[in-house]
Nanobody, 123 residues
Framework: QVQLVESGGGLVQAGGSLRLSCAASGRTFGNYPMGWFRQAPGKEREFVAAINWSATSTVYADSVKGRFTISRDNSKKMVYLQMNSLKPEDTALYFC????????????????WGQGTQVTVSS
């Protein structure tokens, strides 16, 4: 009974920026590690970034390292993905997710998923 809702997606031109937000709710939701994933049509879901509960550890996919920043505000039950220098290759449906195990890039370890927010980057 944990709900995750993403927002902040949209259409931007190459080189632009977006900040995605993920709001968590639910009676039993704790300060779990959180991750961002993305999926483009015809492609497998891929890892983007993850952060542990205390925000002392982060991990990024090589394709977004240096351009994207993951952060969280546990008092607000929010996780964010700041995306800068966007490229057309970043176009995808972006999902946030939570895991009850240690920080990981494996999608199978994530138990709860949002419904996604669309990011489209034009040339």
């Amino acid at each position: 009974q944990v709900q995750l809702v993403e927002s902040g997606g949209g259409l931007v031109q190459a080189g632009g920026s977006l900040r995605l937000s993920c709001a968590a709710s639910g009676r039993t939701f704790g300060n779990y590690p959180m991750g961002w994933f993305r999926q483009a049509p015809g492609k497998e879901r891929e890892f983007v970034a993850a952060i542990n509960w205390s925000a002392t550890s982060t991990v990024y996919a090589d394709s977004v390292k240096g351009r994207f920043t993951i952060s969280r505000d546990n008092s607000k039950k929010m996780v964010y993905l700041q995306m800068n220098s966007l490229k057309p290759e970043d176009t995808a449906l972006y999902f946030c997710a939570s895991t009850q195990i240690h920080l990981t890039i494996k999608p199978g370890a994530y138990e709860y998923w949002g419904q996604g927010t669309q990011v489209t980057v034009s040339s």
